[in-house]
């Protein structure tokens, strides 16, 4: 997959002196490029819609920093807050107003009543889970398979050998105790959730889902899934824990939340933000009904702590990109979204390549397989060989897609005609591609 002129370039000079001292080359796997061969690009700026990488080239990017940059990069207004907050001193270890005014802003835009911020979305999970337990003082955590929430112990699950049945964990490193309180189900599945409250219920102290999954690529809820799970768990005196840390403030201006519970009219217990409500900073948040996170210290019993928790830069980062997220910027990334998925859609139909593009809000992702993806098994499916080929068709042409097939595809208000047509003008021959390689059931009849 490697073409010749890359074993020249700064990127693979860069990776083989990161390989010397990173595991892997790099600080979070997924940027290997193991998923689909190759070296990775090593990115040394970044602005609107484009990457630069360190052989100069230009990327429209499609990552958006797997998710937060909704603004495009380094949009001015949210540099100059960062700038004037990075110059009165970057942490204090003490509480700061940005941190107060990036609470009010997401308590404004969701159910949530009462907000804690953290560093990143695992710790927002992690937290949220402690939590969870400490509230109704039981141990079961619920899953589902798919699901991704940060790599925290007892979420590092995997089934167990059958319905109901506690989960095994899913990496090494992972002890059993663990994962021996977490039962994990498959997405979209109301009667296997039932069945495990039926069983469980009364030692189940949450629930915890994506709003609408994105990491095994973008599986919507079912319509009424998520009340559906609202109700299963206030029923059996549960928590239902939404976790947004993908979706929120990204899949529209309220998060997934905004076209499901706002419209239904549910609410979540708790949630979890990150990504875009960081700014592009390391922060996150989760946050929900007063009385639960009244159990939090130091107002109740449950720790939970941080040293660069609510950052002054990163909260300052974080409500500007929240405060520019208007309704013209969801209308844009929505728009060019639809633009971009149809073209995809398009493309790999002409090549006779089999796919299913599915949405929650303005992400969407593309698989390369007979749809509909309702769940992970399905998601499974998924030609990775044929997105492999895809995916280096476009960046030889100045794409930066994700570098794996179970991923979701992000633009941004950033995205203005001139980076959208370098997408459009890749689609047809990446479409060729991944239809040379795909595997005789990916074809199109
Ligand atoms: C990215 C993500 C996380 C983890 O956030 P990190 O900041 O990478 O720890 C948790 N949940 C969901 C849904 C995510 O997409």
New binding site residues.
């Given amino acids: 997959m490697t073409a010749p002129q890359e074993t020249q370039s700064q990127s693979a000079a860069l990776f083989e002196r990161a390989r010397a001292v990173i595991p892997g080359g790099v600080s979070?796997p997924v940027r290997a490029f193991n998923a689909v061969g190759g070296t990775p690009r090593f990115i040394t700026s970044a602005s609107g819609a484009w990457l630069t990488d360190a052989d100069g080239t230009e990327l429209v990017d499609l990552v958006g920093s797997?998710?937060p940059m909704l603004l495009g990069h380094a949009h001015p207004d949210v540099l100059a807050a960062v700038q004037a907050a990075v110059a009165r001193g970057t942490s204090y270890g003490a509480p700061t107003e940005p941190e107060v005014a990036l609470g009010e802003e997401i308590v404004a835009r969701t159910p949530v009543e009462r907000v804690r911020f953290v560093?990143?979305?695992?710790?927002?999970?992690m937290s949220a889970i402690r939590l969870a337990r400490g509230f109704t003082g039981r141990d079961v955590v619920v899953k589902f398979a798919g699901?991704?929430?940060?790599?925290v112990d007892s979420l590092l699950a995997s089934a167990g050998s059958g319905l109901a049945t506690f989960a095994v964990p899913g990496t090494p490193g992972v002890p059993e105790s663990s994962t021996a309180l977490t039962l994990v189900l498959p997405y979209n599945d109301p009667a296997a959730v039932e069945a495990v409250f039926a069983e469980h219920g009364d030692r189940i102290a949450c629930l915890v889902t994506?709003?609408a999954?994105?990491?095994m690529g973008v599986v919507p809820p079912e319509p009424g899934f998520n009340r559906f799970l609202a109700a299963t768990c206030r029923a059996h005196g549960a928590l239902f824990v939404s976790?947004?840390?993908?979706?929120g403030f990204r899949a529209s201006r309220q998060g997934y939340w905004g076209l499901d519970g706002a419209v239904e009219g549910w609410a979540p217990d708790l949630m979890?933000f990150?990504?875009v409500m960081?700014g592009g900073f390391?922060a996150?948040a989760f946050g929900g009904r007063a009385d639960v996170m009244s159990m939090l210290a130091p107002e109740g019993p449950v720790y939970q702590a941080g040293t660069l928790s609510g950052n002054p830069v990163a909260t300052t980062a974080g409500l500007a990109t929240l405060r520019l997220a208007t309704d013209d910027v969801y209308a844009h990334v929505g728009a060019v979204a639809e633009t971009v998925k149809t073209a995809a859609s398009e493309a790999l139909t002409a090549a006779g390549v089999a796919h299913v593009v599915q949405s929650a809000g303005t992400m969407f992702s593309v698989f390369l397989c007979h749809g509909p993806i309702r769940d992970f098994d399905d998601a499974s499916r998924t030609d990775s060989a044929a997105y492999a080929a895809f995916f280096h068709s476009m960046l030889d042409a100045g794409v930066y897609l994700p570098p794996s097939a179970y991923e979701a595809w992000f633009l941004s208000a950033a995205h203005d005609d001139r980076a959208v047509q370098v997408v459009l003008d890749a689609l047809p021959a990446a479409a060729t591609a991944a239809a040379r390689v795909q595997s005789a059931e990916g074809r199109l009849d």
């Fill in positions: 979070s797997w998710g560093s990143s979305g695992t710790e927002a999970t699901c991704y929430h940060g790599h994506e709003a999954p994105g990491n976790d947004e840390v993908m979706t979890t990150g990504k960081g390391p996150a």
